[in-house]
């Protein structure tokens, strides 16, 4: 039986896969390389985080942000291959949510070039969750065998 050649809209969507999963495996590379200066950014969010849930008080903040790098590369390098694309999206969603809130709380800092720079990157990462919900609601919907 001839192979059938992709569908214009499997290849768009493999793509956007390529290009949101670049951003979370060369991210979560580099603060698994270098997780001090995240894990320092992190410590009033985790602080107030381990208050709510105390069973993070076992790992330091070094290993929560290598912890958080480790999904970011591979629920990332799993989007890139196709590997069950809405959970790997899933899992990039949710701890894309603390990632977002620790290292940009742009609405505790005064008015400034510094505040405008971190309201920029949250609203990177805003985008970024968009993109990755799109994935999930559109693979779950091919999954299930629904018309494309």
Partial sequence: MPETPPRYDDVGRALSRLALA?????????????????AQGAENFLKRCRRAVPLLDRFTDRQLVRANAAVHMTAGAALAAGIAPAASASALVGSLVPTTLAAFPFWTQPEGPQRAR???????????????????????RHSRGAPR
């Avoid at 971190?118 to 779950?140: H, M, P, R």
């Fill in 22 to 38: 670049a951003v979370f495996v060369s991210g979560g590379r580099h603060v698994w390389q270098h997780p001090d200066g995240p």
């Fill in 118 to 140: 971190q309201q920029g990157d949250f609203l990177k990462n805003l985008a970024l969750a968009g993109g990755l919900l799109a994935v999930v609601v559109s693979e779950g």
